[in-house]
């Protein structure tokens, strides 16, 4: 049974950085894309960065191009979020997900960690 674990969510000042940690469990991954969505208060989820696993293709929101970088660490079977120069916005529940090459929709999501960024 696949499994998503998030962790590495607090709160952290403005201007800030924070990492975060996806585990997913229960099969390789290596046909896997995972990604990392979040989902303030009072508004939708929203994507914010995936990466594929075997071969580290990424993609970004707008909002977090050049200040969020996703990445891999095989050894380990772990995807990080690297959030630099937070900002305010930045605050919500964070989560995990991943989905196999051939799937259209994410299938398996973590219950998520939250991020408060303070100003």
């Known amino acids: 049974q696949v499994q998503v674990e998030e962790s590495g969510g607090g709160t952290v000042q403005a201007g800030g950085s924070l990492r975060l940690s996806c585990s997913p469990s229960?099969?390789?991954?290596?046909?896997?894309?995972i990604a990392w969505f979040r989902q303030a208060p009072g508004k939708e989820r929203e994507f914010v960065a995936s990466i594929t696993w075997t071969i580290g293709l990424t993609r970004y929101a707008d909002s977090v191009k050049g200040r969020f970088t996703i990445s891999t660490d095989n050894a380990q079977n772990k995807v990080y979020l690297q959030m630099n120069s937070v900002e305010p916005n930045d605050t919500a529940v964070y989560y995990c997900?991943?989905?196999?090459?051939?799937?259209?929709?994410?299938?398996?999501w973590g219950p998520g960690t939250q991020v408060t960024v303070s100003s």
């Open positions: 229960g099969r390789t991954f290596s046909n896997y894309g």
């Open positions: 997900a991943a989905k196999h090459y051939t799937q259209s929709e994410y299938h398996y």
